[in-house]
């Protein structure tokens, strides 16, 4: 087996481990605690995010405003009929799946840029519908005292093991992803990335595959929404605008879009930020801005990716001589 | 039964006539080439055969399936495939990964191990399976596009100027390549370079602005006055 893989695949089982663990180490610090479960939630969405920009090669900037519609949807469902929210949750998330999915119809046929600007526009009308809806989301005003999910006996999840539950759901996240690539459907989304004309010449169903890879990219918004809600407990057209898609796709790129654990980096580097830097508002934004332009020139590849690169151009000068092209046989 | 069979094919870009009433017959195991001054209809022939392109009119029957509006991805499945003029391979993946590709459509039904071996070692890319394909020489591409295809099982492969682009040497060590290829599969092709016609090709078809003007073996079109006139070029020359 290539070492590279390896690799991957122990950073990413440590990885699971902190996870994991960490709920119990944080349990004295609330604030810290806290701000390990968004970051949790962050990794979930980042690894659903990558799922479309980083294998299917679309970035999805409609991606906050399929989690809106989740968490609004999760909401209404346990307010109105008493639904729990494991119950709520699934449904919510599964519908918002399917809109994900007719919203993506028109931009099937876009790619690259043009879908970008197309999801940036349904986004837009998104977030108006959050404000201009407000029988299900009270407008502007937003959404409070969302109830936190029942606990097996009943009572209302909270510190430790909503904690924990947080990051089991980011850990089966990532990992769905992890098992995903290497599969046919995974194989299928690189190459309708690198080249999507060949893909079809090829054989590969274009059109279905990007079909289920909104999906899935949908799910994982929703998922993600549904647990933001209620473990802030509040919720507004704010949470869900362009700027929240746009920090998540922050995360994909500037961790390592295309890889596993490089959305996971992403997300624990620079989801907490906002929280540490609570009194530097304004500054927080331009970190934003400054961070995008340096991926984009100096880090295409992001961290991780820019880590796998070096190390294949070591690998490459370590040894020389093999690789050489055929010689033509006579 | 003829393997592919294009009845009355007319295509029309805004007010340009790009395929005008083009009849097209090729039996199974036939080389059939088709060639044509520039702008003459032969790509938009084979984008619209691929099922890259829609038809105005016509009707195009493949292996006994009408597969006229089919989409690329169904062609495939059905055994036809094509190269590009400008090579396509999947420059970003290693060569490996790239033959991976090609495989994933017959999944279990696939050549077995074996079989791949034996056309990636044909095609002498046995040594470059690690590298980026992006990475690779023009001829190299060429062949890796052949084997991606090969792989595939294909009744028919329509390659789009197999040698466009290539060295004299390479030339001719392509042809050598698709004379082999014909043991393998039904071969259409468009060539600007007669020796790849003269040396390949079972039968030729000559586009003229979309029309199909001749239609015979390649010795006797090649002597054909309005061939002559018209693409040989000694009207002007």
């Given amino acids: 087996m290539n070492p590279r893989h390896l690799n991957a695949r122990n950073m990413g089982i440590a990885l699971a481990i902190l996870a994991l663990a960490l709920p119990f180490v944080l349990e004295g610090n609330r604030f810290l605690a806290f701000v390990f479960g968004m970051v949790m939630i962050n990794v979930l969405w980042a690894s659903g995010m990558n799922l479309l920009y980083g294998y299917v090669g679309l970035m999805p900037l409609m991606f906050a405003g399929i989690a809106g519609i989740a968490a609004y949807a999760m909401i209404y469902l346990t307010r109105s009929f008493g639904w729990s929210f494991w119950l709520a949750m699934p449904a919510a998330s599964f519908g918002a799946a399917l809109i994900g999915v007719l919203l993506g119809l028109p931009s099937l046929r876009l790619k690259g840029f043009y879908f970008t600007l197309c999801s940036l526009v349904i986004q837009t009308v998104l977030t108006l519908a959050f404000i201009f809806f407000p029988h299900f989301t009270n407008g502007d005003t937003g959404l409070n005292q969302i109830a936190p999910p029942e606990w097996f006996n009943g009572a209302p999840l909270a510190g430790l093991w909503f904690d924990l539950v947080l990051a089991i759901f980011a850990v089966a996240g990532a990992a769905f992803c992890a098992w995903l690539v290497p599969t046919r459907l995974g194989q299928r989304f690189i190459a309708i990335r690198e080249d999507d004309v060949l893909a079809a010449v090829l054989g590969i169903n274009v059109v279905r595959n990007k079909i289920i890879a909104f999906f899935l990219v949908s799910l994982y918004a929703a998922v993600g929404g549904c647990f933001y809600a209620t473990y802030v407990g509040f919720i507004s057209p704010r949470a869900f605008d362009v700027l929240t898609s746009l920090n998540i796709w922050l995360f994909v790129a500037f961790g390592g879009r295309g890889t596993i654990i490089g959305p996971i980096i992403g997300a624990v580097i620079l989801a907490p930020i906002p929280f540490l830097l609570q009194e530097l508002q304004a500054f927080k934004d331009v970190l934003s801005g400054v961070l995008i332009i340096v991926v984009t020139l100096v880090l295409p590849g992001g961290i991780y990716g820019e880590l796998l690169r070096r190390r294949a151009l070591r690998r490459a000068a370590a040894q020389p001589q093999t690789g050489t092209t055929a010689a033509p046989r006579t | ?237």
């Fill in chain 2, 1 to 237: 039964m003829s393997l592919l069979e294009v009845s009355a094919l007319s295509k029309h870009f805004g007010g340009v006539i790009a395929l005008k009433n083009v009849d097209v017959q090729m039996r199974a195991g036939e080389t059939l080439g088709m060639i044509g001054p520039n702008g003459s209809g032969k790509t938009t022939f084979v984008n619209i055969v691929s099922g890259q392109l829609r038809a105005d009119s016509g009707g195009m029957r493949f292996d006994g399936h009408d597969t006229l509006g089919r989409q690329p991805h169904e062609l495939a499945r059905l055994g036809l495939t094509r190269s590009y003029q400008a090579v396509r391979v999947f420059a970003g993946l290693s060569v490996q990964k790239n033959i991976d590709t090609a495989c994933l459509l017959l999944a279990g039904e696939g050549l077995a191990r074996a079989q791949l071996q034996e056309l990636t070692e044909w095609l002498r890319l046995d040594l470059a399976l690690d590298k980026s394909a992006g990475g690779l020489t023009l001829f190299e591409q060429r062949r890796l596009e052949l084997l991606m295809r090969l792989a595939q099982r294909p009744k028919l492969i329509m390659l789009d100027e197999p040698v466009g682009g290539l060295a004299v040497t390479e030339v001719r060590e392509m042809i050598l390549l698709l004379q082999q290829l014909k043991a393998r599969c039904s071969i259409f092709v468009i060539e600007h370079t007669m020796r790849v016609i003269r040396e390949l090709a079972d039968r030729v078809v000559v586009l003229m602005a979309g029309e199909k003007i001749a239609d015979g073996p390649p010795a006797e079109i090649l002597r054909d006055q309005r061939v002559i006139e018209h693409y040989l070029g000694t009207v002007h020359a």
